[in-house]
């Protein structure tokens, strides 16, 4: 009976078995879709949030695209189910960017790198390249890993710092030229500085400067580049007039030029340059016309409204330097002429003292010489028996005679000494010390003359004698000196003449004062001498400090005129 119960009990002890075997399934299947359920809920309320999100989210897995919310479709132009295992990111990225997407990609699969952040240009639906930048991290999707990210349209970032980069650069540029032409350069070299720049800002393939030269026919080309042929001329109707209405601009602004439609007679010119499109501005000083500053490109192109700012503002730069550079010609010029008038002056001058000094020694001195030797003879031969009051009379005569003709002397000595013409400079030099020694013996007189007659140039020895001897009347008149160094001396090529006292000597720095009053007069006449006879003037002096004055003069230079 027991072994007949015992199969039975192995049948009941199996079904138990399999029951709660069946239980156990029972209770897996309920967990599994219970985390089915959760995973559902998750992922329904992953994508609640992430379709509200205003960047792109995205899951790839497989090279294609498992999930995209509605801005990641949008960012590039698509719907939601055009990308979903529809299109991978190869679809949206310029071909150029692929590899660096591609090995961050590979990156992130392979654990390489959990995380990364980094920048690419997408292509949208339409053809438009945009720049993304890109947030993302490796996952595991359905038990098998994928990436998941973010990614923000920063296409406007870019342009908005590339737009800063540009103003920054056509400031720096600006400054450049600017600072270029403060500095002492021709007219030519900031004109071809100015063109090159615009060139360069407006990205162009040519630009030119034209002026007009007074001449209404034509405009002489100034500064160019990027031409294949050298402009002379352009027509100079290019500044009054012209026959495509949009160049000659009602506003007074930058016209755009057509190339292509243009009818002067600059169009050959520049048609050979195979030019289609292009600015141009007319700049001008008040009312008048000064030239035109042109850039042209061989491709079509429109010219966006900074584009135009900036020619506008080069062209007024032009326009400055233009007008600027003819204010310091005509400047120069009349500086030039000055100087010229007062170098015909001074030789006027002392031409006039030579002829005088000439008629004073010959004329006049020679006629009260004669009338002395006379009144000398008659006294002699005055008679015995004449009253002594007679003689008398005579001899006062012949004293106020020789009183005249020394006077006379001293007056043709001062406007010109003939000794400079029969014996030279060092003569004249050395005698003139002497006579001033005589003349203030109170005053110490330390001279040193060592260079030769042949040493100094013909035209100098007036006016080396007329620096110094204006000088030392300077000394005697103003300085309350009691010692005076003069020296006159070849050095280094050069001839060198020093003046210097020890006397009160004069505020300097007040240039106006010290050079426009009472010595001042001396002082301009001497400098100007110098400086017109090629020489190089210097005043050294202080109150209390007494006085120096040095000129020299270059042996090889030519010298100017007296």
Same mark, same amino acid.
């Given at each position: 009976m027991k072994d007949e119960e015992?199969?039975?009990?192995?049948?009941?002890?199996?079904?138990?078995?399999?029951?709660?075997?069946?239980?156990?399934?029972?209770?897996?299947?309920?967990?599994?879709?219970?985390?089915?359920?959760?995973?559902?809920?998750?992922?329904?309320?992953?994508?609640?949030?992430?379709?509200?999100?205003?960047?792109?989210?995205?899951?790839?897995?497989?090279?294609?695209?498992?999930?995209?919310?509605?801005?990641?479709?949008?960012?590039?132009?698509?719907?939601?189910?055009?990308?979903?295992?529809?299109?991978g990111p190869r679809d949206l990225v310029l071909p150029e960017d692929w590899p660096l997407v591609r090995e961050n990609l590979r990156k992130r699969l392979s654990g390489e790198e959990e995380s990364i952040?980094?920048?690419?240009?997408?292509?949208?639906?339409?053809?438009?390249?945009?720049?993304?930048?890109?947030?993302?991290?490796?996952?595991d999707y359905r038990d098998r890993p994928a990436v998941i990210g973010t990614m923000l349209d920063i296409t406007h970032r870019v342009e908005a710092e590339r737009n800063m980069q540009m103003q920054l650069h056509r400031f720096q540029v600006l400054y450049r030229i600017a600072m270029a032409m403060a500095a002492e350069h021709t007219l030519e070299e900031n004109?071809?500085?100015?063109?090159?720049?615009?060139?360069?800002?407006?990205?162009?393939?040519?630009?030119?400067?034209?002026?007009?030269?007074?001449?209404?026919?034509?405009?002489?080309?100034?500064?160019?580049s990027g031409f294949r042929a050298q402009l002379v001329n352009l027509p100079g109707e290019l500044l009054t007039k012209h026959e495509v209405e949009s160049f000659t601009s009602k506003t007074?602004?930058?016209?755009?030029?057509?190339?292509?439609?243009?009818?002067?007679?600059?169009?050959?010119?520049?048609?050979?340059?195979?030019?289609?499109?292009?600015l141009a501005y007319r700049f001008r000083i008040r009312d008048r016309h000064l030239g035109v500053l042109c850039a042209g490109s061989r491709t079509e192109r429109v010219?966006?409204?900074?584009?135009?700012? %900036?020619l506008s503002l080069m062209a007024n730069m032009a326009s400055l330097e233009v007008t600027r550079?003819? #204010?310091? &010609? /005509? @400047?120069?010029?009349?500086?030039?002429q000055l100087r010229l008038l007062s170098k015909q002056l001074l030789k006027a001058q002392e031409d006039d003292r030579k002829r005088l000094a000439q008629e004073l020694h010959d004329g006049i001195g020679q006629s009260l010489s004669a009338i002395k030797f006379r009144l000398e003879t008659a006294e002699k031969q005055v008679s015995d028996d004449a009253s002594g009051e007679g003689r008398a009379q005579l001899g006062m005569l012949v004293s106020m005679i020789q009183g005249t003709i020394n006077e006379v002397r001293q007056i043709a000595m001062d406007l010109r000494p003939s000794v400079l013409d029969d014996l030279g400079l060092v003569a004249t030099f050395s005698w003139f010390l002497r006579e001033f020694q005589s003349?203030?013996?109170?005053?110490?007189?330390?001279?040193?003359?060592? %260079?030769?007659?042949?040493?100094?140039?013909?035209?100098?020895?007036?006016?080396?004698?007329?620096? #110094?001897? &204006? /000088? @030392?009347?300077?000394?005697?008149?103003?300085?309350?000196?009691?010692?005076?160094?003069?020296?006159?001396?070849?050095?280094?090529?050069?001839i060198v003449l020093t003046i210097k006292d020890n006397g009160?000597?004069?505020?300097?720095?007040?240039?106006?004062?010290?050079?426009?009053?009472?010595?001042?007069?001396?002082?301009?006449?001497?400098?100007?001498?110098?400086?017109?006879?090629?020489?190089?003037?210097?005043?050294?002096?202080g109150p209390g400090l007494g006085t120096s004055i040095k000129a020299s003069w270059p042996l090889k230079a030519p010298a100017t005129s007296k």
């Open positions: 015992r199969p039975g009990e192995e049948m009941i002890a199996e079904l138990n078995r399999v029951r709660r075997e069946v239980a156990k399934l029972e209770r897996s299947e309920a967990d599994s879709k219970r985390l089915e359920e959760v995973l559902s809920n998750s992922e329904t309320q992953f994508k609640k949030i992430t379709e509200k999100s205003m960047v792109g989210v995205y899951l790839i897995q497989d090279d294609v695209f498992q999930y995209v919310n509605p801005r990641m479709a949008q960012i590039f132009g698509y719907e939601v189910n055009d990308l979903i295992h529809r299109r952040n980094y920048a690419f240009r997408g292509i949208k639906r339409d053809g438009e390249v945009v720049y993304h930048e890109v947030y993302g991290s490796r996952t004109l071809r500085l100015l063109v090159e720049q615009c060139r360069e800002l407006l990205d162009t393939h040519v630009s030119l400067i034209a002026v007009s030269d007074g001449n209404p026919k034509f405009l002489r080309v100034l500064a160019q007074g602004g930058p016209a755009e030029i057509d190339f292509k439609v243009l009818n002067t007679v600059a169009k050959n010119d520049f048609r050979r340059e195979g030019l289609m499109s292009g010219f966006s409204e900074p584009e135009k700012y %900036v550079k003819q #204010a310091e &010609e /005509a @400047l120069a010029q009349s500086e030039n003349t203030y013996c109170d005053m110490k007189l330390d001279k040193r003359i060592v %260079v030769e007659e042949s040493d100094v140039p013909e035209p100098l020895k007036i006016v080396i004698f007329r620096v #110094a001897q &204006e /000088a @030392l009347n300077n000394v005697a008149k103003h300085s309350r000196a009691d010692v005076v160094q003069v020296a006159l001396a070849k050095r280094k090529g050069r009160a000597g004069f505020d300097g720095n007040c240039s106006r004062l010290s050079w426009s009053h009472g010595r001042g007069f001396g002082l301009t006449g001497m400098k100007e001498r110098t400086e017109l006879s090629g020489g190089m003037f210097k005043l050294d002096t």
